[in-house]
């Protein structure tokens, strides 16, 4: 069966940046199961996906705008330390924090005595990535899955 709109399929994957160093691997743990379609993969690798089946592997490279976007020099914004209320502020902390495009993750970047250098885009943001997948199974998702817009069962929500 070939992966299409609808099905889900099992896989186990590595992404690395274009300068090779592995950024993630499902393949420290179970694989991973998807609804084809729901979008919970990043666009690239659902468009690599379409037409594989079970047993294909293939490595693909994904750019910045069919995965995490483009960097935005815009969410790199400067905020006075005092709002940080005392805390122990440091470079790598993250935080949900309201901004004028809504709720978002943004981590700390700079600290000094006065401002806290914090950067909204995310971590992944103007990267290419390379995907190395393994297909392991492709079935029909069930009308459940569908409705639901996720997969089901190992790998998937378990509800
Ligand atoms: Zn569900």
């Known amino acids: ?3 299409e709109q609808n099905t889900v399929v099992t896989l186990h994957y590595t ?3 274009a300068d090779g160093v592995e950024i993630d691997t ?3 743990g179970a694989p991973m199961t998807v609804l084809q379609g729901s979008h919970y993969l990043i666009v690239g690798l659902e468009n690599a996906l379409q037409g594989k089946k079970a047993g294909d592997e293939f490595s693909v490279d994904v750019e910045p705008e069919l995965a995490y976007g483009e960097r935005h020099e815009g969410l790199v914004q400067s905020v006075p330390k005092s709002m940080f209320d005392g805390m122990d502020v440091q470079v790598g902390m993250q935080f949900r924090a309201t901004t004028d495009g809504g709720e978002q993750s943004v981590i700390v970047i700079d600290v000094d005595d006065e401002k806290v250098i914090v950067d909204g885009n995310h ?3 103007g990267h290419t990535l390379t995907f190395d997948v393994e297909v392991l199974d492709v079935r029909a998702a069930t009308d459940d899955e569908i409705s639901h817009g996720h997969a089901h ?3 998937g929500c378990e509800h």
């Open 1 to 3: 069966m070939q992966i």
């Open 15 to 17: 992404v690395s940046s």
């Open 26 to 28: 499902s393949k420290n």
């Open 123 to 125: 971590p992944l943001a």
């Open 153 to 155: 069962g190992p790998g």
